[in-house]
């Protein structure tokens, strides 16, 4: 349920009552609240407000980010969508998705769903200048947050060698959630200091040729791939490498029963597309073949094997924090998202921060691999 001062300013900003009531009935907006800042989160979308979207108790409204489009036939998929305009063409990198935000003088860091997480909020200004917030208190900045040290993801991109890095790669209003051009961002990164991602360029689609290069190198760094955007902003697509759609299979196998199938199968969807696309063929389409049956059978056998010695299914990460308490914060942020996480370890890395070592354990899986180890038969 939301409380009355949230109806309220729901209803101020344009939610009509019905769409209101309907999607408290199915649980689609929770009221939240970090650090004595209320806020709800639209868990689905509705009428203008997307997914993600968080509404302030002060009335700041930062909207969902949207979702790419992504091609998987890399040369049709560009003459489609973006057919004779010029994009530019960027890095995706391999991270999670934070959008940061003033409100109430309060500088916040939210996650794709739509929560203020902990850690990054407490991280953030490691990154970016504030100086950015004084002058632009209405624009959104919106980016990845890599590197080996990540409470949600167990790897990062290869050049961050340790830590996190924030990389901007779009910046929205605040209420309408509409992007500003490529080139603006690109100056005001610039500008402010803000790290962004690696930007190669402006295509059009007769690079096609120079595109593949780009891919084929990206994937060799063991790179996630690239998103191209119209200067605009209106027109985006994603495209990933090869080694991603490989590697995305390998960290996912270890859970393989904690993942939905079709978290597999759209990868080598993917992987087959490239294949075909590129006429990969002899020895290197055996070596896409043996890489993609190991990835997905090596660190799923592993687990079984982990199981079948009384262990369990796990994964450990680590992150570095100002303060203990964001730890013990980050424990309940999991608990609310569904997960089982706990803490390992506390360690004094010195300079004011601490590692953190987290373990995540996942039950399920766990189960029921046992139970097959065991002999269930079904
Ligand atoms: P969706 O399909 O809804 O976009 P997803 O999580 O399934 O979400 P991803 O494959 O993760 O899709 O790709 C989209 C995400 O890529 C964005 O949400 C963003 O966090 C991340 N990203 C990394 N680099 C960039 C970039 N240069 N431009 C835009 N997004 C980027």
Redo the contacts with the bound molecule.
């Keep these: 349920m939301v409380s009355s001062i949230f109806r309220n300013l729901l209803l101020k900003l344009g939610l009509p009552e019905g769409r209101l009531e309907v999607l408290e009935g199915k649980g689609g907006l929770m009221e939240d609240e970090f650090e004595g800042i209320g806020y709800v989160r639209f868990r689905d979308s509705a009428r203008g407000f997307r997914r993600g979207t968080v509404v302030f108790e002060d009335g700041t409204v930062v909207a969902g980010?949207p979702?790419?489009k992504?091609v998987v036939q890399l040369e049709n998929g560009i003459r489609r969508i973006f057919r004779r305009r010029p994009f530019y063409v960027?890095?995706?990198?391999d991270g999670y998705?934070v959008r940061v935000v003033t409100v109430k003088g309060r500088i916040l860091a939210l996650t794709?769903g739509g929560f203020v997480c902990p850690f990054t909020t407490e991280r953030i200004l490691d990154f970016i200048n504030e100086e950015f917030f004084r002058d632009y208190p209405n624009l959104v900045l919106v980016g990845?947050m890599a590197g080996p040290e990540s409470p949600y993801l167990v790897e990062g991109p290869p050049y961050v060698e340790e830590d996190i890095q924030f990389f901007l790669?779009?910046i929205q209003e605040k209420g309408t959630g509409r992007s500003i051009p490529a080139e603006e961002r690109y100056k005001l990164a610039e500008e402010y200091g803000i790290p962004q991602?690696e930007v190669f360029g402006l295509y059009d689609r007769s690079m096609i040729e120079e595109l593949y290069d780009l891919i084929e190198r990206l994937s060799r760094e063991g790179r996630e791939g690239i998103?191209m955007k119209t200067p605009d902003m209106r027109k985006i697509a994603?495209y990933v490498t090869p080694y991603a759609n490989i590697n995305d299979i390998k960290i996912g196998s270890r859970i393989f029963f904690d993942l939905p199938h079709g978290y597999f199968m759209q990868r080598i969807k993917r992987l087959a597309f490239y294949l075909a696309e590129k006429r990969v063929r002899g020895e290197e389409f055996d070596e896409y073949a043996r890489a993609l049956g190991k990835a997905l059978l090596r660190p799923f056998v592993e687990s079984i094997h982990e199981v079948a010695s009384g262990g369990e299914v796990e994964e450990t990460f680590k992150v570095r924090v100002k303060n203990v308490s964001t730890a013990h914060k980050m424990v309940t942020h999991f608990e609310r998202l569904g997960v089982k996480i706990h803490i390992e370890d506390i360690e004094d890395i010195g300079n004011g921060y601490w590692r953190i070592t987290f373990k995540r354990v996942y039950p399920d899986a766990t189960r029921e691999i046992r139970e097959l180890w065991n002999g269930l038969a079904f």
């Design positions: 980010f979702h790419i992504r960027e890095e995706k990198v998705n794709r990845e790669f779009d991602v998103v994603k």
